[in-house]
């Protein structure tokens, strides 16, 4: 099916599966605004915003889980470094893992004035950069867990909201190159959370208040430049616990290439994580670098490019000929292809060709792979939450590698063992794409 070919979204006026409680009220006489299926191409500033929010919330998450909780842990107990550092981003991805589809869920049902997403963007940022400040003072494992858990759950109710939006407004064939974009200020993120950590020469106290900035301050265009149509109270249905949360599930009988696309998300972000959880402790033990910090950046910085130019080609590229699949199958395999570089050469040289491979990969899979997965939703109404629910697939991941990276360094043979596993699971993210029907 080419992308021409793609099946209208449901209509939003019709009635809403049974159970889900999310929809719109049966019997609406027409679609709003806020759920009609985009037409309109989006315009550059908006575009702008979108990005920019994505800058800010990467750095948030990044920073942190590239250098600075690393950085606090060793400070707080040096010889249990690595299980503080499991131990904390572990926690804060289990909560993300219910912030996501549920703040999600509840911009689906917003009623206000401002618009369904916006109030979220900006409730979950300031709650975030709180959660920042106050990690930076953390001198307790117990406090970093707290803290971080805080800032997940508010840099999540944000990139919840931000996520949804891109359905919301972007017509199906402009989604490609939004999604690069995206991808692009994710990276850019991640980059700016690396230089943070390069710049403050290891006092992490001074970088979270670098990215709590970051995060508060790109958000603001976006908020001025919305274009978020306001949910009309009647359009709402009422609410039941049963509904909401029976609403979370979304059968994999019913619909399959949601099913797939999940479960491939999952893999490739399972592999990913596991090549870049403990980055900051292979250049330290490993490679032997004499800046292990300074070298992060240089990685990400490489990473950073390479993400940056492939994901701005290859979505405008998916859009122009129709085609999704191929894109994500070639960029898995990539993906995977670093992680072996990084496995069995293990030196400065190999890291930074591995880092250069995971780019190219990684780009290209942002970009093309989310425009895919706007395109298998099962219904317009319901865009916040199912787009939560996929967003459980980047974050489950945060829970599951740093937990494998453990086991891998401590009992299953180190470091060859931990990005031979990341190659392989990747690998399997690529085999199971094929699995999609309904999108080339």
């Excluded at 909560?95 to 689906?108: I, K, M, Q, T």
């Excluded at 944000?158 to 996520?163: D, V, W």
């Excluded at 390069?198 to 958000?219: D, E, K, P, Q, R």
């Excluded at 292809?337 to 496995?343: H, K, T």
Aim: contains cysteine.
């Amino acid at each position: 099916m080419s992308l021409s070919d793609t099946p209208a979204a449901p209509d939003p006026s019709a009635v809403p599966v049974p159970g889900a409680g999310l929809g719109p009220s049966a019997g609406a006489a027409s679609p709003t605004a806020a759920l009609a299926e985009p037409t309109r191409k989006v315009t550059a500033r908006w575009v702008t915003g979108l990005v920019l929010v994505n800058v800010g919330i990467n750095a948030a998450f990044f920073g942190p889980i590239n250098v600075f909780i690393g950085q606090q842990a060793i400070s707080i107990d040096a010889v249990n470094k690595e299980a503080i550092l499991s131990l904390v981003t572990g926690c804060g991805a289990a909560v993300s893992l219910v912030a996501n589809p549920l703040f999600g869920a509840l911009s689906d049902r917003t009623v206000s004035g401002f618009g369904r997403r916006a109030p979220w963007v900006l409730a979950g940022a300031v709650l975030a950069t709180a959660a920042l400040l106050a990690m930076s003072g953390a001198t307790a494992v117990a406090l970093m867990v707290l803290f971080w858990c805080l800032v997940q759950l508010g840099a999540n109710a944000a990139y919840a909201a931000i996520t949804a939006a891109v359905p919301d407004r972007v017509p199906v064939l402009q989604r490609g190159g939004v999604g690069g974009l995206a991808a692009m200020g994710q990276t850019v993120g991640i980059l700016l959370g690396a230089v943070f950590g390069a710049v403050v020469s290891g006092n992490f106290m001074v970088g979270y208040t670098m990215c709590a900035a970051a995060l508060l301050f790109s958000v603001v265009p976006y908020l001025f430049h919305r274009d978020d149509p306001p949910l009309p109270r009647e359009a709402r249905p009422p609410f039941t616990w049963t509904g909401f949360l029976r609403g979370f599930w979304i059968s994999p009988s019913l619909h399959p290439d949601f099913a797939w696309a999940w479960l491939t998300r999952f893999l490739v972000n399972v592999g990913n994580q596991l090549t870049i959880v403990y980055l900051l402790f292979f250049l330290r033990d490993v490679i032997k670098h004499e800046d292990p910090a300074l070298g992060v950046l240089i990685l990400t910085g490489i990473y950073a490019v390479m993400v940056m130019v492939t994901a701005v080609v290859a979505g405008p590229w998916s859009d122009r000929v129709g085609k999704r699949k191929p894109f994500v199958i070639g960029s898995s395999v990539t993906i995977a292809m670093a992680g072996l570089i990084m496995a069995f050469f293990p030196v400065w040289p190999g890291a930074l060709v591995g880092a250069a491979v995971l780019g190219v990969g990684f780009g290209a899979y942002l970009a093309v792979d989310f425009a895919l997965l706007t395109q298998v939703l099962p219904q317009a109404a319901d865009r916040g939450k199912d787009m939560g629910v996929i967003n459980v697939a980047n974050s489950l991941p945060q829970v599951f590698a740093p937990l494998l990276a453990f086991l891998s360094l401590q009992f299953l043979g180190g470091y060859v063992t931990l990005f031979t596993t990341a190659a392989v699971i990747g690998l399997l993210g690529a085999v199971f794409v094929v699995k999609i029907k309904g999108v080339d």
